[in-house]
């Protein structure tokens, strides 16, 4: 930064002076930031594996399956089986288009092309259930318009996952499946809708295990700690400009959410004594290799691949000197998830 | 609602009329005087409690005073029971105007406040030199880190990542001795922060004062104190070296400091994360 110091509205003669003796009257040196208040980063490997950006994912107890947007999944049963390319075959792929959306495409002359995005939920019995958004792509690379929100069963390992034949909810309006986990057999389901422009609002539902692909079970949570049963009259929690997680950490008792932060490329932890928060002030987990010119993608913490003392995540960058996915291990500290 | 303009306002008037208290005399209880034997008012430190107005580059005012609620010599050693307080706005960015007075943003804001115990060991110091002073304080203090948002309820911006002072004790001895019509001070100081408590771990630091009593009116002077803060739960460590040069002009009440200064290091406050090197001037009201 060059030196500043104009010193307006002096009188010549004082001016002078004051230029002379104050010729760099503010240098500024560095900016620095803040590392973990909670832990370090003790492993931070690329994923030997033909890049396919960022997953997301399934949590199980023995591992985590990650469902890419082309519709392929891997399961990684741990960080070190990640970092040396290790996983599991899984049928391609797991979520599929129906065959009237394929016979759509065939027909379609406007340059557009059904696609399923998925974005994350919960597993319970072994059992997986995965939010996807149901877009239409092109013509142009930001041409993406969802029209709507549904869920998909995987009910054997390894196996596709079986779409619910109705969505649940409508593109353009609040949606949920980001990230879940679910406890006493309810679905705590989190969904974070891009209002505007650096505004991504994350609201909560709730539905029974057993209901999840109707779309009337579901129960939103409202201004007032009330489940309510319209999905427009929810609160917003957190802000997220990227991927979250959610999860309950089971050594410290609370739950906690990731938050991909795009703009400062960095993760993020908040946590809270339970799914409804009220969520912590966000703590710095660690910095992501963003390249120069874009985002980071994805950014996920994956409970399947918890090791005792240490959370797992992983995101995708082009950034040199690693492009890739990457898989890290998060040490925690003693302390580290206790509120501050 | 008080403003922070309001109690800089309201902590000056304290200093200005405490400024006519009767010094502790030996083998009385007084109330109310200076809280240190040797006076922390001409230290650089930007953590001294007395009105101030740096003028520039980045603009700062200061309302504070430590003063002494009680003091008592006994044995040789007077002990002094005192408060410590101030606020200190300042701004984000350099001064923009100057008249008819010196105008610059409002950003930052610092509340710190504090009470110590001083033991000046007189006893001890008179055998070492007619004039000279030691002293020992120990103080408990609490420092917060405040911004000022937009008046119309606009966005607020997102400052949970920075360090907070929080809470600490801080020992620091002093040592005063005349050489000729030179009076050199020095200061070693310690803070130890409470854990959990604060963004700190600790912070030793230290003053160098030379004050030269040339001329009954006028008193050139030089002030330096570094310090080095050590980061806790993942803060990076922070450094500030300050450097005043300048004149003072005594009066019964006290001295009026007018200074050119030097500060290299992380500034404070809110904005810590920011290393810089600066030149500007002030002046400074020393009542005791």
């Known amino acids: 930064m060059p030196p500043t110091c104009s010193w307006p509205g002096l009188p010549a003669a004082v001016a002078a002076t004051a230029a002379?003796?104050?010729?760099?009257?503010?240098?500024?040196?560095?900016?620095?930031?803040?590392?973990?208040?909670?832990?370090?980063?003790?492993?931070?490997?690329?994923?030997?594996?033909?890049?396919?950006?960022?997953?997301?994912?399934?949590?199980?107890?023995?591992?985590?399956?990650?469902?890419?947007?082309?519709?392929?999944?891997?399961?990684?049963?741990?960080?070190?089986?990640?970092?040396?390319?290790?996983?599991?075959?899984?049928?391609?792929?797991?979520?599929?288009?129906?065959?009237?959306?394929?016979?759509?495409?065939?027909?379609?002359?406007?340059?557009?092309?059904?696609?399923?995005?998925?974005?994350?939920?919960?597993?319970?019995?072994?059992?997986?259930?995965?939010?996807?958004?149901?877009?239409?792509?092109?013509?142009?690379?930001?041409?993406?318009?969802?029209?709507?929100?549904?869920?998909c069963t995987i009910a054997d390992r390894p196996g596709p996952c079986a779409r619910a034949p109705a969505p649940l909810w409508p593109g353009g309006a609040r949606s949920w499946g980001d990230a879940g986990f679910v406890e006493d057999g309810v679905a705590y389901v989190y969904g974070c809708d891009h209002l505007a422009a650096f505004t991504d609002l994350c609201a909560l539902a709730r539905v029974p295990v057993a209901d999840v692909t109707d779309a009337a079970a579901y129960a939103y949570l409202g201004w007032d700690d009330a489940w309510r049963p319209r999905g427009d009259d929810t609160v917003t929690l957190f802000e997220a400009p990227g991927a979250i997680s959610a999860s309950r950490h089971a050594p410290s008792g609370r739950v906690m959410v990731t938050v991909a932060d795009l703009w400062d490329s960095r993760l993020e932890l908040r946590t809270a004594a339970g799914p409804a928060g009220g969520f912590d002030d966000p703590l710095v987990l660690f910095d992501v290799a963003s390249p120069?010119?874009?985002?980071?993608?994805?950014?996920?913490?994956?409970?399947?691949?918890?090791?005792?003392?240490?959370?797992?995540?992983?995101?995708?960058?082009?950034?040199?000197?690693?492009?890739?996915?990457?898989?890290?291990?998060f040490q925690v500290a003693d302390e580290g998830l206790q509120p501050w | 609602m008080v403003t922070p303009r309001a109690a800089v306002v309201a902590v000056a008037?304290?200093?200005?009329?405490?400024?006519?208290?009767?010094?502790?005399?030996?083998?009385?209880?007084?109330?109310l005087g200076p809280a240190r034997e040797i006076s922390h008012s001409s230290s650089a430190s930007r953590d001294t409690a007395l009105p101030a107005l740096q003028l520039g580059p980045h603009r700062v005012l200061t309302g504070g005073a430590e003063a002494a609620l009680a003091a008592l010599p006994a044995g040789g050693v007077t002990w002094r029971l005192g408060f410590f307080g101030m606020l200190e706005l300042e701004s984000e960015g350099e001064t923009t105007a100057w008249a008819p007075f010196p105008q610059a943003d409002i950003r930052f804001w610092r509340g710190h406040y504090g009470y110590a115990v001083a033991a000046s060991l007189d006893r001890l110091a008179a055998r070492w030199c007619d004039g000279c002073a030691v002293e020992a304080t120990l103080s408990a203090r609490h420092?917060?880190?405040?911004?000022?948002?937009?008046?119309?309820?606009?966005?607020?911006?997102?400052?949970?990542?920075?360090?907070?002072?929080?809470?600490?004790?801080?020992?620091?001895?002093?040592?005063?001795?005349?050489?000729?019509?030179?009076?050199?001070?020095?200061?070693?100081?310690?803070?130890?922060?409470?854990?959990?408590?604060?963004?700190?771990?600790?912070?030793?630091?230290?003053?160098?004062?030379?004050?030269?009593?040339?001329?009954?009116?006028?008193?050139?002077?030089?002030?330096?104190?570094?310090?080095?803060?050590?980061?806790?739960?993942?803060?990076?460590?922070?450094?500030?070296?300050?450097?005043?040069?300048?004149?003072?002009?005594?009066?019964?009440?006290?001295?009026?400091q007018?200074?050119?200064?030097?500060?290299?290091?992380?500034?404070?406050?809110?904005?810590?994360?920011?290393?810089?090197?600066?030149?500007?001037?002030?002046?400074?009201?020393?009542f005791w």
């Open chain 1, 20 to 151: 002379v003796a104050s010729a760099a009257c503010v240098v500024e040196m560095d900016t620095e930031r803040p590392a973990s208040p909670i832990g370090a980063v003790t492993t931070d490997c690329v994923v030997p594996l033909p890049d396919r950006g960022a997953p997301a994912a399934l949590e199980y107890p023995d591992g985590t399956l990650w469902i890419f947007d082309d519709g392929g999944a891997a399961f990684v049963a741990s960080i070190d089986d990640a970092c040396a390319g290790v996983v599991a075959a899984w049928p391609d792929p797991v979520l599929a288009l129906t065959a009237e959306e394929e016979a759509d495409d065939q027909t379609r002359t406007d340059g557009r092309a059904w696609a399923l995005r998925p974005r994350g939920g919960v597993v319970a019995a072994g059992v997986g259930y995965l939010y996807y958004d149901r877009v239409l792509t092109g013509p142009g690379v930001f041409d993406v318009e969802v029209i709507d929100t549904g869920v």
């Open chain 1, 292 to 329: 120069p010119d874009w985002f980071f993608a994805g950014g996920r913490e994956h409970a399947g691949l918890r090791e005792p003392g240490a959370l797992a995540f992983s995101y995708a960058t082009t950034a040199a000197p690693a492009p890739g996915l990457h898989v890290v291990r």
């Open chain 2, 13 to 31: 008037v304290v200093a200005v009329v405490g400024a006519g208290a009767t010094p502790a005399r030996a083998g009385e209880l007084t109330f």
């Open chain 2, 143 to 256: 420092e917060s880190e405040h911004y000022t948002g937009a008046n119309d309820g606009g966005p607020g911006t997102d400052y949970s990542d920075r360090p907070h002072v929080g809470n600490y004790l801080m020992l620091d001895v002093a040592a005063r001795r005349p050489l000729g019509a030179v009076e050199l001070t020095a200061r070693v100081q310690y803070r130890q922060f409470l854990p959990g408590q604060s963004g700190w771990a600790e912070a030793p630091g230290a003053d160098l004062i030379a004050r030269w009593r040339r001329w009954p009116r006028l008193h050139p002077f030089g002030s330096a104190f570094g310090e080095y803060a050590f980061g806790t739960r993942g803060f990076p460590d922070a450094y500030r070296v300050r450097v005043l040069i300048g004149v003072m002009l005594p009066s019964p009440r006290g001295d009026l």
């Open chain 2, 258 to 286: 007018l200074y050119v200064s030097g500060d290299v290091g992380h500034r404070q406050g809110l904005a810590v994360f920011t290393e810089e090197r600066a030149l500007g001037g002030g002046v400074r009201l020393a």
